[in-house]
T-cell receptor, first 114, second 116 residues
Framework: GDSVTQMEGPVTLSEEAFLTINCTYT??????LFWYVQYPGEGLQLLLK?????DKGSNKGFEATYRKETTSFHLEKGSVQVSDSAVYFC?????????????FGKGTLLTVNP | GAGVSQSPRYKVAKRGQDVALRCDPI?????LFWYQQALGQGPEFLTY????????KSGLPSDRFFAERPEGSVSTLKIQRTQQEDSAVYLC??????????????FGPGTRLTVL
């Protein structure tokens, strides 16, 4: 079945550091890929998405590129802020008949210190 | 505008009790989803509604779990005879159209269920 593997946390960075959170997936078909973020005390929010190979999703300074050849969708940000501290989830929705189902990774806790 | 809301935010139940968790989706959203998130894990799909029709309940872990959306808006997830392994955060999400892979699902804050 479909699965998502993302780097284990926690990740602790200083403000303005470069961030990479790795995400790889296994899926039949041609999935859409997502990054969701969960700030403390809040619900999951869509951060960015990409729907086909080589697409780049971007939002709030975060970027991720859909790499079909390496089945990856790594999240990057050039300069993190304290306000980026949250749990980040990589997810996919497959292209088959159940394409509404999101399959999530386990999440990566990011803490950014001033 | 108002997002997805869920109630209660926290629920403590004794083993064997029945519980009901409520979800108010964004007004007018056609699709509604329930997910279960165990501690330290990502959310896992439970069930999907399109308006009042439950089109997929393949993720419900046992027949003790039951979900409904009788008027195509508010949904209730009911768990009968709760067990300790049911302890988790239950997330509700909605999307505006007939759900497809690229549609954004908007999540509520979740209900944290603890079964003693």
């Amino acid at each position: 079945g479909d699965s998502v593997t993302q780097m284990e946390g926690p990740v602790t960075l200083s403000e303005e550091a470069f961030l990479t959170i790795n995400c790889t997936y296994t899926a039949t078909g041609y999935p859409s890929l997502f990054w969701y973020v969960q700030y403390p005390g809040e619900g999951l929010q869509l951060l960015l998405k990409a729907t086909k190979a080589d697409d780049k999703g971007s939002n709030k300074g975060f970027e991720a590129t859909y790499r079909k050849e390496t089945t990856s969708f790594h999240l990057e940000k050039g300069s993190v802020q304290v306000s980026d501290s949250a749990v980040y989830f990589c997810a996919l929705a497959n292209s088959g008949g159940s394409n509404y189902k999101l399959t999530f990774g386990k999440g990566t806790l990011l803490t950014v210190n001033p | 505008g108002a997002g997805v809301s869920q109630s209660p935010r926290y629920k403590v139940a004794k083993r064997g009790q029945d519980v009901a968790l409520r979800c108010d989706p964004i007004s007018g959203h056609v699709s509604l989803f329930w997910y279960q998130q165990a501690l330290g894990q990502g959310p896992e799909f439970l069930t999907y509604f399109q308006n009042e029709a439950q089109l997929d309940k393949s993720g419900l872990p046992s027949d003790r779990f039951f979900a409904e959306r009788p008027e195509g808006s508010v949904s209730t997830l009911k768990i009968q005879r709760t067990q300790q392994e049911d302890s988790a955060v239950y997330l509700c999400a909605s999307s505006s159209r007939l759900a497809g892979g690229t549609d954004t699902q908007y999540f509520g804050p979740g209900t944290r269920l603890t079964v003693l």
